[in-house]
T-cell receptor, first 117, second 112 residues
Framework: GAVVSQHPSWVICKSGTSVKIECRSL??????MFWYRQFPKQSLMLMAT?????????EQGVEKDKFLINHASLTLSTLTVTSAHPEDSSFYIC?????????????FGPGTRLTVT | DAKTTQPTSMDCAEGRAANLPCNHS???????VYWYRQIHSQGPQYIIH???NNETNEMASLIITEDRKSSTLILPHATLRDTAVYYC?????????????FGSGTQLTVLP
């Protein structure tokens, strides 16, 4: 299967600072990237969907000015958590899909655990 | 996308087959059944998907009932590394960028 990487795998930051998480598709072109968030003992919740070169579409309740998503290339998407607060502490997972090839599987990254102190 | 119902948890003895059920009684004719799993603190992993025929790959088999209102994921010889949360997801297959919507899943624990 296709490989998606995330960096960093975990990060601790102070309240009020910003954190950038990178998501890369290593062996396929991700025309669409999805960002999910997962709190302890809960399921994955979709935050936003982004198509390469376009603005991201955010799910209801997700602040677009707080969670900045950039999908500038077919292999890289970034999620920046701005002015992080302890309640933003979570497991953030990205996923890529190559729609051009007619493929429909989503391939997930290993996740990034964010802790805001 | 149609809603799915799965048991919260299941146990299985190592080496035995694990049969994970999923109900999707409101599934539409153009919706596929997908299975993913998530091992603790990792990203979800694709397992298998199907429309109406039974499917098999190197990881598992997917059995879909004739009326398509339910399905079963079968891990033929479960190992301890198969302990994970298994998600059954129903979704339309199309060229649009439809995302996967995750429910609560089934926590499968493989016992030694």
């Amino acid at each position: 299967g296709a490989v998606v990487s995330q960096h960093p795998s975990w990060v601790i930051c102070k309240s009020g600072t910003s954190v950038k998480i990178e998501c890369r598709s290593l062996d396929f072109q991700a025309t669409t990237m999805f960002w999910y968030r997962q709190f302890p003992k809960q399921s994955l919740m979709l935050m936003a969907t982004s198509n390469e070169g376009s603005k991201a579409t955010y799910e209801q309740g997700v602040e677009k000015d707080k969670f900045l998503i950039n999908h500038a290339s077919l292999t890289l998407s970034t999620l920046t958590v701005t002015s992080a607060h302890p309640e933003d502490s979570s497991f953030y997972i990205c996923s890529g899909r190559n729609g051009r090839a007619g493929r429909h599987e989503q391939y997930f990254g290993p996740g990034t655990r964010l802790t805001v102190t | 996308d149609a809603k799915t119902t799965q048991p919260t948890s299941m146990d299985c003895a190592e080496g035995r087959a694990a049969n994970l059920p999923c109900n999707h009684s409101t599934i539409s004719g153009n919706e596929y059944v997908y299975w993913y799993r998530q091992i603790h603190s990792q990203g979800p992993q694709y397992i298998i998907h199907g429309l109406k025929n039974n499917e098999t790959n190197e990881m598992a088999s997917l059995i879909i009932t004739e009326d398509r209102k339910s399905s079963t994921l079968i891990l033929p010889h479960a190992t301890l590394r198969d302990t994970a949360v298994y998600y059954c997801i129903v979704r339309v297959l199309s060229g649009s960028a439809r995302q996967l919507t995750f429910g609560s899943g089934t926590q499968l624990t493989v016992l030694p």
